[in-house]
């Protein structure tokens, strides 16, 4: 064949792939692997529009201002009885939940985009007839491995907020608050769940049938907490107890991170540290942070206020679902004080930010580390600054926990994680952190 043709040729072939690829811009897949493709909420490839704001900034603090109620939601996880859901009519607001993963339930499959939630165990979608659902809903009646479960199955006992009779049988009701200020109530049934191409038949979820407040995720949540009814529990001998994400920065609209479940394709040299089981809080993932430097200087923290203590609830977790990282007052105080000692001038609040300062003085800016058992995380300035729309101000991308008797917990979010492999080993009691470009 002549060179000039079979260039030609080549070229043909490398124009029609990238049209094929470009007729399929948001796959479920991520890199047509075997990964889950995680999006941000307001990405390209999300179904959900986001709120008219100036700029992505400014969609973040918007996000960042549900964090006070999330936090203190985590806290009472522990706490948490049965409550009367109040039905509500109307459009939910998508406020919180700031990463979605494209699955499908039932058979044929229905497509839902759910919230990836790892301090929460069930799974639960809006389904036909939901009193304060979106739009969006999941139909039962056209699924034909669909089941609902009762109060004598076994999952029925799992689940908080049940709602059962003493005696008889009758279907597996439950209500449960969410993000502080909504709540639910759900019927407990089972259905196909297509994860990529993998399919978990009689998959455990909620099937909501009223909501109120403007936290619940319109389309569903998935749970990889630790709890028994949660995806990786469910999922057996499938994924092994191992998952892990890569969250990519809010700014990429055009671009999705990953969610691996299983070893298969984990990355192999990985810094892990260990994680702690707190009986009364069974679904968060809490690690040992034993310190916080800046720039330098290891901040002078009393050890009370980084220590785990499952009677109380205090420690230090890592949560996908809260958007800048919280700490306990005397914590996050040591750290802001030291931080605006390093940069200098004056600062001024913005949003849930109250340490903002001019970017002429970033030159200045000191890298935060935090210090868990056995590894060290260092934050690139990404994951730790934010910038204002306008680009005049840079701010310090942390805060304080709620200010109330019960704040006791740290939590490592998600704008501190994003552009890092993030690995849940269950089944070891392990979590290890890599820098990986997600976007």
């Not at 497509?111 to 039962?140: E, H, I, K």
């Amino acid at each position: 064949m002549d060179l000039k043709i079979y260039f030609l040729f080549v070229l043909a072939i490398l124009i029609l792939g990238l049209k094929s690829n470009a007729s399929d811009p948001c796959p479920s897949k991520a890199d047509g692997s075997d990964d889950i493709s995680v999006i941000p909420i307001y990405g390209k490839c999300s179904p959900f529009t986001a709120p008219k704001t100036e700029s992505w900034v400014n969609t973040v603090m918007n996000m960042a201002a549900k964090d006070a109620g999330r936090v203190k939601y985590l806290w009472s996880l522990g706490a948490q009885k049965s409550v009367a859901a109040p039905i509500a009519s109307g459009q939910q607001v998508l406020n919180i939940g700031n990463y979605v993963v494209r699955v499908q339930l039932g058979t044929p499959g229905q497509v839902m985009y759910m919230v990836l939630d790892t301090s929460n165990d069930a799974a639960w979608v809006p389904c036909s007839g939901c009193a304060g659902c979106s739009a969006v809903t999941f139909s039962s009646k056209t699924s034909s491995s669909f089941a609902t479960l009762d109060c004598s199955k076994p999952e029925c006992s799992q689940v908080r907020g049940l709602s059962c009779p003493t005696t008889g049988s009758a279907e597996c009701l439950f209500n449960q608050t969410y993000g502080g200020d909504s709540s639910f109530s759900a019927t407990l049934v089972q259905d196909s769940l297509h994860l990529g191409g993998d399919v978990i038949p009689n998959f455990s979820f909620g099937c909501l049938s009223s909501a109120s407040g403007s936290s619940i995720p319109p389309q569903g949540l998935m749970g990889l907490g630790r709890g028994p009814l949660s995806l990786i529990s469910q999922s057996g001998s499938l994924y092994s107890g191992l998952f892990s994400y890569c969250l990519p920065s809010f700014k990429s609209y055009y671009f999705s991170g990953s969610l691996k479940l299983g070893p298969v394709g984990q990355p192999k040299a990985i810094r892990t540290t260990p994680l702690l089981k707190n009986p009364h809080r069974p679904s968060l993932y809490y690690v040992n942070l034993t310190g916080i430097s800046v720039g330098r200087v290891l901040v002078p923290v009393q050890p009370e206020h980084l220590a785990f203590d499952p009677n109380t609830g205090a420690g230090t977790i890592i949560d996908s679902g809260t958007v800048i990282t919280r700490f306990v007052s005397p914590v996050y105080a040591a750290v802001r004080d030291e931080f605006r000692k390093q940069v200098g001038g004056s600062f001024s609040p913005l949003g849930a930010f109250d340490t903002c300062f001019g970017t002429s003085n970033e030159v200045s800016a000191p890298s935060i580390t935090f210090h868990f058992s056995g590894l060290d995380l260092k934050l690139p300035m990404e994951n730790s600054l934010i910038h204002s729309s306008a680009g005049a101000l840079a701010c310090l991308a942390m805060a304080a926990a709620p200010n109330n008797v019960n704040s006791v917990l740290n939590v490592i979010a998600n704008l501190q994680q994003q552009n890092h492999r993030i690995l849940f080993d269950v089944a070891n009691s392990k979590l290890g952190i890599a820098r990986e470009l997600c976007n």
